[in-house]
């Protein structure tokens, strides 16, 4: 059993995708307006296929600029026996750290003086009384 043919009923993430496809006379009948809608003014099999052209397009520059990267490259297509194109990518090792950031961060990491929260919302209500607007939900008077 394949897993892709099992769905759960009452979900929109796990249903059949299939069963809220419009059918084909329904279709027919809406086709004007959702093309008029997504503003195209080519027939969706003209649509479609210049869509087709530019991916196929992207693809190509790819796997070009693979070959020309050579073995050395972090990536690789790798084709399936059943036609499928596998693309794998080589984990990339960290960055270094630029002196100029850790000297950010100790400076930074310099700046804030150590608090807890509750007393920093308690100094700002003592200079400001901001938290003698909040009232309780069963204490508020009816508005």
Do not use: Y
Request: hydrophobic letters at 45%; proline letters at 7%; glycine letters at 6%.
């Amino acid at each position: 059993m394949n897993n892709r043919n099992v769905f759960a009923s009452p979900s929109h993430r796990w249903s059949d995708p299939r069963a809220r496809l419009l059918d084909e006379a329904v279709c027919e009948a809406v086709c004007e307006d959702v093309l008029a809608g997504l503003s195209l003014d080519l027939p969706v099999t003209e649509h479609l296929a210049e869509l087709v052209g530019a991916l196929d397009a992207g693809w190509r520059q790819i796997a070009k600029r693979l070959e020309s990267a050579g073995k050395d490259a972090k990536v690789s297509l790798d084709v399936l026996p059943n036609g499928r194109v596998k693309l794998n990518v080589e984990k990339l090792g960290a960055l270094g750290e630029p002196k100029s950031l850790a000297w950010l961060r100790k400076g930074v990491e310099k700046m804030p003086p150590k608090i807890n929260l509750p007393d920093l919302v308690f100094d700002v209500h003592s200079w400001t009384g901001f938290l003698d607007a909040f009232v309780h939900l069963a204490t508020a008077p009816p508005v």
